[in-house]
């Protein structure tokens, strides 16, 4: 081989090395569902997670969920990085690329019996099916989160940004409690951006549906809040003669381009069914 071809040969070994080294690795598919009997590794159906509390959460990732119950609190970690992590409810039309997939998977809700709290940015919950107007029934939704306790059903950490909730029921302990709960708590003092909360049902707290503070976006676009297509209901009922509920209320702080829209608020008691203080 001349010194000319063995030239050629080195430089295309050379900017294959670069090419594999820097190539982002190919986002992956998980897998969750509950009495699963295999390896409890997340990389196939038979192998599935059978908690939330065994997953190892990876930016770009998918992570399907299968019908079934999940007694346990929910608590995803702040993770590095900006490519989005996605939770959705296994259906017959988008459940991963597993041969092991059995339609008795879809059939069912994806209930979780607990709180779920969310240190991580970029994140997608999404529950599929659900979130048809007023005349609402749980089971229409893929993902189902009920806490009977009293502490909140959804809250997000400080300082997150870019959230989506879609098609979840958000349910509480109930609506006369001595107790405040609030179902969905993002009251940050850091400002963030990029709540998208759609299809949604959220119902049956003492205190408030939604709290927030120091959302702040760039623009409508680039907003801090969409909130669209809900239905928040049965809220505001706390007996504590100290405490009082919203639909929906923004503590003190700056908050900037929110857009509410499209959404059915019933039996809200207390101050207001959308409050901005201070």
Request: net charge negative; charged share 10%; proline share 2%.
């Amino acid at each position: 081989m001349g010194v000319k071809n063995i030239l050629h040969l080195g430089i295309w070994i050379l900017i294959s090395v670069i090419f594999f080294v820097s190539a982002p690795a190919s986002a992956a598919n998980h897998y969750i569902r509950a009495g699963a009997t295999g390896s409890n590794n997340g990389s196939s159906w038979a192998n599935a997670w059978t908690t939330f509390a065994a997953v190892t959460w990876t930016r770009g990732d998918t992570y399907y969920v299968a019908g079934g119950t999940y007694t346990e609190n929910v608590s995803i970690p702040s993770l590095s990085g900006t490519s989005w992590i996605i939770v959705k409810k296994a259906n017959v039309t988008d459940n991963g690329s597993d041969a092991g997939w059995d339609a008795s998977y879809a059939s069912t809700q994806a209930v979780i019996q607990g709180e779920l709290t969310s240190s991580a940015s970029y994140l997608e919950i999404n529950g599929v099916t659900g979130g048809n107007g007023i005349t609402e029934a749980s089971a229409t939704y893929g993902i189902y989160i009920y806490n009977s306790n009293l502490s909140y059903p959804v809250v997000y950490a400080s300082g997150t940004s870019f959230i989506y909730l879609h098609y979840i029921d958000i349910e509480g302990a109930g609506y006369t409690e001595p107790s405040s709960q609030d179902g969905f708590y993002w009251n940050n003092p850091s400002n963030q951006k990029g709540l998208h909360l759609a299809h949604c049902w959220i119902h049956n707290v003492s205190r408030n549906g939604v709290t927030l503070s120091n959302a702040v976006g760039t623009s409508w676009s680039d907003y801090s809040l969409l909130f669209e297509n809900n239905l928040l209901s049965e809220t505001g009922g706390v007996t504590n003669p100290d405490d009082h509920g919203q639909g929906m209320q923004w503590y003190g702080g700056t908050d900037q381009y929110t857009v509410i829209r499209n959404n059915v608020f019933r039996n809200i008691t207390g101050t207001a069914s959308i409050a901005f203080l201070g």
